[in-house]
């Protein structure tokens, strides 16, 4: 049974680091839903949020939720609204409170421990002017990003500022 082996492997992989990843890929394209992958075992292993980011392939979004949960790891938190200006090489993500019902039907695999959703962040990614895709002048299209959290007030992040590690976007 598939799905069986596949929770099977998310088990083991969570036994073995404390958290896995889980990819979603819409098969038709033309539905205009963006890849999205999310992390299991967060909520279970580490008391934080499930992380989830949207629009860009697995790989990529695996690059930037690893270095993410490193530090949940070590005892970092991130909580909506929070800015980090660490993971991406000169531009910030925005961590954005995913509400209980559009958890409820993306984030599938966290019932592997449990019969209740955990909370979840969506880890927001900003166009190459340092806007969000809530901010007027929005470089990209919508469907980039699936937009499941409850939007920070940030509308921009200022690329010339220097050495800016974390700030509040809420």
């Not at 949207?54 to 609204?81: C, N, Q, W, Y």
């Not at 929005?138 to 980039?144: C, E, G, K, P, R």
Request: charged fraction near 20%; aromatic fraction near 10%; proline fraction near 8%.
């Amino acid at each position: 049974m598939k799905s069986y082996s596949i929770d099977k492997n998310l088990r083991e992989t969570i036994e073995k680091h404390g958290w896995a990843s889980v990819a979603v890929f819409m098969v038709d394209k033309d539905q205009g839903q963006p890849p999205l992958l999310y992390t299991v075992g967060l909520h279970e292993n580490f008391n934080h949020p499930e992380l989830l980011l949207s629009g860009i392939p697995a790989r990529t979004a695996m690059g930037i939720l690893s270095p993410v949960v490193d530090r949940i790891k070590a005892g970092e938190s991130f909580s909506h609204g929070q800015m980090d200006s660490r993971v991406l090489d000169g531009y910030p993500i925005c961590f954005a409170e995913i509400g209980q019902k559009e958890a409820a039907t993306t984030l599938l695999k966290t019932k592997l421990f449990s019969d209740r959703l955990p909370p979840a962040l969506q880890v927001f990614w900003p166009d190459q002017k340092g806007n969000f895709p809530w901010a007027p002048g929005y470089a990209l299209n919508d469907s980039h990003q699936q937009r499941l959290g409850i939007e920070p007030k940030l509308i921009q992040f200022d690329l010339t500022m220097p050495n800016v590690q974390e700030f509040q976007c809420a």
